[in-house]
């Protein structure tokens, strides 16, 4: 099956400053989503991103389906921003796989 | 903006007692998928459903697991027997069709005690 890379597995970041989150995938995709995962436990879609940019806010994400690749930019980061952060990729209406995320902290 | 609702946010239950989990998809979606994650690990895939008819499931998804669309709202999730290993957040996800995104609910955290 399909495997989700992400890196880094840890992030600490100071209140302000700017990040990228990598999602590296083994196969062809066409169903690409990026989640923040609260201190809660909910899961936040963030993009849906099969191909291209997109942005929304401080947070914006391009993927290079081609390279099997994807890149969330987080700018300006704030406390809030915390949490964990999923890459999910699949085909079609096929399941989603997830990778193992990216554990943030920012602090103050 | 329609949402996928869970229900309940939180349950605990004993070992061996069985457990019925509750989603309502978003009403015009087609697609339903139940995902765990145990804590501090990765969401993973259990089971997905689609014209009234399991179209996919996980290793995970042995006999203990099943799943139901009783009526045009709700998709509910089995567990005959709980097991200690079951605790876990559960989540339910909903999709329109191909090349749509999967929307998830807030999650069901299971304690089994």
């Known amino acids: 099956g399909i495997q989700v890379e992400q890196s880094p597995p840890d992030l600490i970041l100071q209140e302000g400053a700017n990040s990228t989150l990598r999602c590296n995938f083994s196969?062809?995709?066409?169903?690409l989503q990026w989640f923040h995962q609260n201190p809660w436990g909910q899961l936040i879609n963030l993009f849906y991103?099969?191909?291209g940019t997109k942005q929304n806010g401080r947070l914006s994400a391009t993927t290079v389906a081609t390279e099997r690749y994807s890149l969330l930019y987080i700018s300006s980061s704030q406390t809030t921003d915390s949490g964990v952060y999923f890459c999910?990729?699949?085909?079609?209406?096929?399941?989603?796989?997830f990778g193992k995320g990216t554990r943030l902290s920012v602090i103050a | 903006e329609p949402e996928v609702t869970q229900t309940p946010s939180h349950q605990v239950t004993q070992m061996g007692q069985e457990v019925i989990l509750r989603c309502v998809p978003i009403?015009?979606?087609?697609?339903f998928y139940w995902y765990r994650q145990i804590l501090g690990q990765k969401v993973e895939f259990l089971v997905s459903?689609?014209?009234?008819?399991?179209?996919?499931k996980s290793e995970i998804f042995d006999d203990q697991f099943s799943v139901e669309r009783p009526d045009g709202s709700n998709f509910t999730l089995k567990i005959r027997s709980t097991k200690l290993e079951d605790s876990a957040m559960y989540f339910c996800?909903?999709?329109?069709?191909?090349?749509?995104?999967?929307?998830f609910g807030d999650g069901t955290r299971l304690s089994i005690l």
């Open positions: 196969d062809s995709v066409n169903n």
């Open positions: 996800a909903s999709s329109a069709g191909a090349h749509q995104p999967q929307h």
């Open positions: 991103i099969p191909s």
């Open positions: 459903f689609y014209n009234n008819e399991i179209s996919e």
């Open positions: 999910a990729v699949g085909r079609g209406n096929t399941p989603l796989v």
């Open positions: 009403s015009n979606h087609l697609y």
